[in-house]
């Protein structure tokens, strides 16, 4: 570091102000602001107990605050979404100890982003590789073994790669808005067969005996956040254990990030039985949560696929990520989309093996993107 500038990191986002942090941010992406991971903390779904702990690095430039990194200690390899558990293994069979390691992204949270967080200028490349430095430094400096850095954007891929970290990539399916005026216009440019199978979906989802609200800002009320929790809590335990948020979060967002949070919510005989948590930026729809505590046929992909896509078509937003995983996803428009990570071993025989072992693993990743893209269920002009 030189020395213009200064590392230093926060066990808490609650020592740097609001407006510190967020002058960092070069857009409006929801889950890079203060507000965001200050409810994660604040509700102790982020903390040292739950195997997060914060350790958020700052950089500064004579004394001023010019970027930021969410970054944590983790003592276990959970809700991160990019897998490292058999590198974990492999490591501690070899004698040596995985965790804890340093993770750079957002807590339960497969959307994809900056984790450099400097304001736009001729400085900028020069912030983000001295923050990348600065959590390798930091790792060495706590004998920890690894730095991880999860679903960063593609501008970054090659400054990642310079800083001496091994880029990863994955898959999600993205939909994307190519101006289309409405739903139907989005339907028209696909194949007839796909059309005919999402109408049908539609009309079965869409029957008398629901009803659907979209809920923004400050009509989403703690009634609402009491009927969404109980979705969630039931829907984590079916699919992956102990949920990770607490009821206390959704207040907090509710309350401070309002005007990002777009929410489906669902009633039968006028009680509400499912809904889906969105947030948004200027350009992109995120979804995040699904729950339900009745099953109903489509209601998912109508609730968490169609809706979305209407929203986005209606408000002019480019882009809705879907979030983790879902081939299912490609015949309802939402496309294969490359994913990356950056990961830096510590030990340099085990990068060298990580090294050999991403090589084979990305042949196989561009291998079945490229497969199922060219199953889309857009025409063939298209």
């Known amino acids: ?216 800002g400050k009509d989403i009320t703690e009634e609402h956040w009491d009927a969404f929790f109980q979705f969630y809590i039931d829907t984590g335990n079916r699919k992956w254990g102990t949920p990770y948020l607490t009821r206390a979060f959704f207040s907090q967002i509710g309350e401070n990030l309002g005007k990002s949070i777009v929410l489906f919510m669902i009633k039968r005989a006028g009680r509400y039985i499912a809904a889906a948590l969105n947030f948004k930026s200027d350009d992109c729809l995120y979804g995040r949560y699904w729950g339900c505590i009745e099953e109903h046929r489509f209601l998912h992909f109508e609730t968490c696929y169609y809706r979305a896509i209407d929203y986005a078509i209606s408000h002019g937003i480019n882009r809705v990520e879907a979030g983790a995983q879902g081939p299912h996803k490609l015949a309802r428009g939402y496309l294969p989309t490359k994913t990356y990570s950056a990961h830096w071993m510590q030990d340099p025989g085990f990068q060298d093996a990580i090294e050999e072992f991403l090589k084979a693993e990305t042949r196989e990743m561009d291998a079945e993107i490229q497969y199922l893209s060219e199953r889309s269920p857009f025409k063939k002009s298209k």
């Open 1 to 216: 570091m030189s020395d213009k500038y200064s590392i230093k990191t926060l066990q808490t986002i609650s020592d740097i102000s609001e407006n510190d942090w967020n002058n960092c941010l070069e857009d409006d992406h929801p889950f890079v602001q203060h507000q965001f991971l200050k409810a994660l903390e604040d509700s102790r779904s982020v903390s040292a107990e739950t195997g997060w702990m914060p350790y958020h690095l700052v950089l500064q430039e004579e004394g001023k605050i010019v970027g930021v990194a969410p970054m944590y200690l983790k003592g276990h390899s959970q809700g991160e979404y990019v897998f490292d558990h058999s590198w974990a293994h492999a490591y501690e069979r070899a004698g040596g100890k995985y965790y804890p390691k340093v993770q750079l992204s957002i807590p339960f949270s497969p959307v994809t982003g900056p984790r450099f967080l400097t304001p736009a200028g001729p400085e900028q490349g020069r912030r983000k590789s001295l923050l990348a430095r600065g959590a390798k430094e930091i790792a060495v400096k706590l004998g920890l073994s690894s730095v991880h850095i999860t679903f960063h954007g593609e501008e970054d891929a090659s400054l990642m790669e310079e800083t001496g970290y091994l880029l990863r990539t994955g898959e999600q399916f993205h939909w994307v808005n190519e101006g289309y005026t409405d739903f139907d216009d989005f339907l028209s440019n696909l194949s007839s067969r796909k059309r005919k199978a999402i109408k049908k979906e539609r009309r079965e989802a869409n029957n008398s005996e629901l009803e659907f609200e979209l809920l923004q």
